[in-house]
């Protein structure tokens, strides 16, 4: 099973950037179907992005379209997300997924990825 670890996290003022990554190790991600989930203090996970595993097709959340940009480098095992515009209700907590292959179900929801990293914290300040 593939181990991934996020970083990048911190606390940026509303309207700054921030790129988290996800290093993953064990195995190589080249054809694994890669996500970005959040859970907030108090509230569910929620999905955030995805990305196929040939890097040709994303997914946004409606809240993060437009401002947030999902990428990988296959060669270096690891994803992206940038996060532009960031906003306070983005403060959560932010988890890396993965799953071998095409998912068989919604890559928006959690059952699509067998495989989680440990998060690392967002937080927006107003």
């Known amino acids: 099973q593939v181990h991934l670890v996020e970083s990048g996290g911190g606390l940026r003022q509303a309207g700054a950037s921030l790129r988290l990554s996800c290093a993953a190790s064990?195995?190589?991600?080249?054809?694994?179907?890669m996500g970005w989930f959040r859970q907030a203090q108090g509230k569910k996970r929620e999905f955030v992005a995805a990305?196929?595993?040939?890097?040709?097709?994303?997914f946004y959340s409606d809240s993060v379209k437009g401002r947030f940009t999902i990428s990988r480098d296959n060669v270096r095992n690891t994803v992206y997300l940038k996060m532009n515009r960031l906003k306070p209700d983005d403060t959560a907590l932010y988890y890396c997924?993965?799953?071998?292959?095409?998912?068989?179900?919604?890559?928006?929801?959690?059952?699509?990825?067998?495989?989680w990293g440990q998060g690392t914290q967002v937080s927006v300040a107003s």
């Open positions: 997924a993965g799953d071998q292959g095409d998912p068989v179900v919604a890559v928006t929801t959690a059952f699509a990825f067998g495989s």
């Open positions: 990305i196929s595993w040939s890097g040709d097709t994303t």
């Open positions: 064990g195995r190589t991600i080249s054809n694994y179907t």
